[in-house]
């Protein structure tokens, strides 16, 4: 999308007090998933094109542009033959300085190996080849300083490193953490505790050290040192066979299982309301849950006598939960916390799963064992580490029993719906304050979800319309003092006719 398209689209927006887009990549990403082709058309989107499949005879990858080019394609004019590294570098350079001139954003230059027999020799890794890399332009840095190394211990036990940070600007926020991925990364930086370091952020939330300036040295940093025990539970640790990553092996590993039920409640998974971090944390220690099926056999009657917990707040979480038991494929696949299963991942695991037959849960204990590793592996995106992963898994008993578990306790499968036809909602977040009288709250949101908006928790200037039923919540007033629209029940079915 070019710079001017996405302006002019960005003022309309805002004429029509709609949200404004972060950027042309999040408009051009979301616009190419809409159902509606008018709403992808009306959005200006633009392309180069870089790569033929069919054979046509060609031999260099400057060939490829060639013949695109000839054929009427639309190629991209800034491309160069570099002869050697240096070459490549001093493009790269080049580009770097001449983007802001550009009509469009870029964030960096490919690489390509212009050999196609060579291209078919190096093969493809997932879904990165070999004989293609992003070399991206510098992301916003800054200068700070280490004041300590933390360990945290994530869902499926890994173990990474973390770096307190005196805290500094990058790129207009805040930063105070540092992610230093593992041990073998703060070997390579050779980083320490005092060091004073550059970090940098690109793109993601938690930004990396890419250096440390060894020159301002006191003599008093500290080195790290990996300890050999979990730094939550005190149990056995080990490091992945060919891999970086440390693991917790202790099954029961608060720190472990804590992540993964704050994972098993989130929007990616069960999605339950009102079952944050804080209430997850209570109901571990108060022994009443252990693992993700626990939590829908809580009654409110369980939830009542907890600390801050009225019969009101009782009554809404055990209702939550209690709509939250049927769950789509994909996200079931999700909340499981298979270690390298995320929920893109999940989503074609989902869709090998269907063909496969598997609309139940007594289907998924059936099928999911007899999987081979080499089916696993078959599924697209999925290499031999995820597969591996699923197939040990599946083969794990206490896994299988908690299938069953989810089972028993009234966790159903069900069809996935999807937005079809005309999307009125696109763009727009909803948000449900108060009781409704002709709908519950979840099929008041699938609502929502299947015209195209989205239901959020939270009121923010982001949200556009606030629903309120009867008795409503804190929710009314902020969204009065943030000036967002608020509609009655009535109202709101008006919008959905
Ligand atoms: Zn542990």
Request: proline share 4%; net charge positive; aromatic share 8%.
């Amino acid at each position: 999308m070019r710079k001017f398209d996405f302006e002019k689209l960005n003022k309309k927006q805002e004429k029509n007090g709609l949200p404004l887009f972060a950027n042309p990549r999040n408009i051009a990403a979301g616009s190419i998933r809409q159902l509606d082709p008018k709403i992808t058309a009306s959005r200006k989107l633009d392309c180069f094109v870089f790569e033929i499949l069919t054979d046509l005879g060609q031999k260099t990858h400057q060939e490829v542009h060639k013949i695109l080019k000839d054929l009427g394609f639309k190629t991209d004019p800034e491309t160069k033959l570099a002869k050697n590294l240096e070459e490549v570098e001093a493009f790269h350079q080049y580009q770097e300085k001449k983007r802001n001139m550009a009509p469009f954003w870029y964030d960096g230059i490919v690489v390509v190996v212009n050999d196609v027999n060579l291209e078919k020799q190096a093969g493809v890794v997932g879904k990165s080849p070999r004989w293609m890399r992003a070399y991206k332009f510098q992301a916003e840095q800054a200068t700070t300083k280490i004041k300590d190394i933390i360990l945290q211990v994530g869902r499926t036990g890994t173990i990474t490193p973390v770096a307190i940070l005196e805290p500094v600007m990058v790129m207009g926020s805040k930063v105070s953490r540092a992610t230093l991925h593992n041990e073998d990364e703060i070997k390579r930086l050779d980083a320490r505790i005092g060091d004073t370091v550059i970090v940098q952020k690109s793109g993601d939330v938690i930004p990396d050290i890419v250096k440390v300036i060894k020159e301002l040295r006191t003599g008093k940093e500290k080195k790290f040192k990996m300890p050999n025990k979990c730094p939550v539970c005190g149990g056995e640790i080990k490091r992945e066979k060919g891999g970086v990553a440390w693991r917790c092996l202790n099954k029961n590993c608060f720190a472990k299982n804590y992540q993964k039920l704050v994972y098993f409640a989130s929007k990616k998974c069960f999605d339950i309301e009102h079952l944050g971090p804080k209430i997850i944390e209570q109901l571990i220690q108060s022994g009443l849950i252990k693992d993700g099926a626990d939590i829908f056999s809580l009654t409110a009657g369980d939830l009542e006598p907890l600390e801050r917990f009225a019969e009101k707040s009782a009554n809404n979480l055990a209702e939550s939960i209690k709509n939250s038991k049927k769950i789509i494929l994909p996200c079931l696949i999700t909340a499981l916390s298979i270690p390298g299963v995320g929920e893109e991942t999940a989503q074609d695991i989902a869709k090998f799963l269907k063909k496969q037959g598997v609309k139940t849960i007594d289907d998924l204990i059936k099928k999911g064992p007899e999987i081979s590793k080499e089916e696993w592996q078959n599924i697209p995106n999925i290499g031999p580490v995820v597969a591996m992963s699923l197939f040990s898994w599946f083969k794990d008993k206490e896994n299988i029993l908690f299938l069953k578990k989810l089972k028993e306790n009234g966790v159903k499968i069900e069809e996935e719906k999807i937005p079809q036809g005309k999307l009125p909602f696109l763009g727009l977040t909803f948000i449900f304050t108060g009781e409704m009288k002709n709908l519950t709250r979840q099929e008041a949101k699938e609502k929502v979800r299947l015209l195209g908006g989205n239901v959020s928790e939270s009121i923010s200037r982001k949200t556009n319309y606030l629903v309120v039923g009867e008795n409503p919540g804190e929710k009314l007033a902020q969204a009065k003092k943030l000036k967002i629209k608020t509609i009655s029940e009535q109202e709101f079915f008006d919008l959905l006719t």
